[in-house]
């Protein structure tokens, strides 16, 4: 099967939902116009990746900053996922877009799955949130390693440092993976040979292809976020998207400069080329020695035992 594919490299419009839904949509458009099947945004594109967790102090600034993000983030599903299920039916394309997810009083680094015919095959979580991030954002669980059955193949998605952990990435591919849906912020320098050696490695490791996604930061973001002291480890631009083919090999890539579509053909007959070789999920792999054991159940802080039903039902 023959699949055209494309990472999109964008700025948001900074802590805007509207505005950057509203880009978002455009882009659709222009990969209905071109053709393209399948689609990947960077992380947490709307709207926007809370930058000021690195650069800012915690005490003085993350309050401030937090509930705009708060205000912005998406219920889901809700309106803004309404609207993203419309535009890629009306595209005829399959979608994965890195959002700011809101539920009661928490946040989460979430990616929405989106196929074809307009359904939203699921909302998955970050595992972890890295670092500085734990300031913003709460933890996904097992539920949100899984994979989805799309007209493009059968996709799989992890967010940005997720890459460095072997069983979330594992879990992930013994699921028969064809295509990953890798997503990072932009604006980082510092962490490009880390994406250069995460998503090569992980399309070898996996024999899939990689689509990955990375943000750009514009000047207009760091005006925001400049009465921080560490604003200064943060550059404009700063994307890094890419395609890589299961022999790890760049297909499209990566893109440093410039916000837009960067697309590639992907042949998922390499797949079987690659997998007569290393196929780490069989037989290469030695379930007698080593398996994971992966609990995929949705976790819960409240499980309600004996309640009653009211008078009067049946």
């Not at 458009?29 to 809370?50: N, R």
């Not at 609207?83 to 928490?106: D, F, M, P, S």
Request: aromatic share 6%; glycine share 10%; hydrophobic share 40%.
């Amino acid at each position: 099967m023959i699949v055209q594919a494309a990472a999109v490299q964008m700025a948001p419009e900074f802590l805007n939902t509207r505005g950057t839904l509203e880009k978002i949509l455009r882009y659709i458009e222009e990969a209905a116009v071109q053709g393209l099947e399948l689609l990947v945004f960077p992380e947490t594109i709307l709207p926007g990746y809370p930058y000021w967790a690195m650069t800012h102090d915690s005490m003085s600034h993350l309050s401030r900053f937090n509930r705009r993000l708060h205000a912005q983030s998406i219920v889901v599903p809700g309106p803004e996922t309404n609207e993203l299920c419309a535009a890629a039916k009306k595209a005829r394309c399959n979608i994965v877009v890195g959002i700011n997810e809101r539920e009661g009083g928490t946040l989460y680094n979430s990616q929405l799955i989106i196929n074809h015919e307009g359904e939203l095959l699921g909302c998955r979580r970050k595992l972890v949130p890295t670092s500085q991030e734990r300031m913003i954002w709460g933890r996904g669980d097992g539920s949100d390693l899984k994979v989805y059955q799309t007209s493009s193949g059968v996709l799989g998605a992890l967010i940005c440092y997720e890459h460095s952990n072997p069983l979330f990435r594992y879990s992930i591919q013994a699921q028969s993976e064809q295509i990953h849906a890798a997503n990072w912020p932009g604006g980082m320098p510092f962490i490009d040979h880390i994406m250069d050696a995460a998503i090569r490695h992980y399309a070898f490791e996996a024999g899939s292809f990689v689509i990955s996604a990375t943000s750009m930061l514009t000047r207009e973001i760091l005006d925001e976020l400049s009465d921080g002291s560490g604003v200064d480890k943060l550059q404009p631009g700063g994307g890094y998207s890419a395609i890589v083919s299961p022999r790890g090999l760049y297909l499209a890539g990566p893109e440093r400069e410039k916000e837009g579509l960067i697309g590639a053909t992907l042949d998922l007959e390499e797949i079987v080329a690659a997998k007569i070789i290393v196929d780490g999920q069989g037989h290469y792999a030695r379930p007698d020695v080593a398996r994971l054991h992966l609990n995929s159940s949705k976790q819960t802080a409240l499980i309600i035992e004996g309640r009653e039903e009211p008078r009067g039902t049946s």
